[in-house]
């Protein structure tokens, strides 16, 4: 199996599957293709039917888009309880996944990931609205799924692949959740995605790529 993915500081889609993937524990090699480079659009497309990484190969199956490569190693690793087995859990999981593989396209656009940076934004009113939407999201979740672990449904999904590179744009960032109506439970699951050992080998790797 092999996953294509772009430069690690910047390509927050590349980095959802590949956390999923680290947490089914199955053998996997990458491919890395550097962004904003000369050339990047054809050797993405080497590999891509979109022109996007990241890109999931596994046999002669091709599979692109973050979500639906998390999707089908669910479905692969079933073992690996990449969705919740409650029922309800695992739809809120999906619906908050699905909100942000669409959505918060402000913050998106004036918060981009950049892993080693550390600055302090004064954000305009759109995205200021999309970190309270994610306050609110996190806040609501965490509450109703606290006691099951420290993750947003619980344990670990592929929820929280989605939202760990929305945890590192609030730190680049300098974004104070508690500025955006969190009591303390926001900024503590923040906290708990960026000390993942997955996502602390992908910041290990980001920061040595210069």
Known sequence: MELIIGTRKWSSWSMRPWLALKRTGAEFSETLIA???FGVTEAIAKHSPSGRV???RDGELVV??????????AD???????????????????AASAEMHTGFPSLRGECPMDIGLRTVADLVEATREDVARIVRLWSELRGRYGAAGPFLVGGWSIADAFFTPVAT????YGVHLSDY??????GAYCE????TPEF????KAALAEG
């Open 64 to 73: 692109w888009d973050s979500l639906a490569i998390c999707e089908y190693l």
């Open 76 to 94: 692969k690793y079933p073992a690996a309880q990449l969705w919740p087995k409650d029922l309800e859990a695992r739809a809120l999981a999906r």
């Open 200 to 203: 602390l080998e992908w910041e």
């Open 192 to 195: 708990t995605l960026l000390q």
């Open 181 to 186: 109506g969190d009591t303390g439970v926001a």
């Open 169 to 172: 744009r609030f730190r680049s």
């Open 35 to 37: 962004l904003r480079e």
């Open 54 to 56: 990241p890109v999931l």
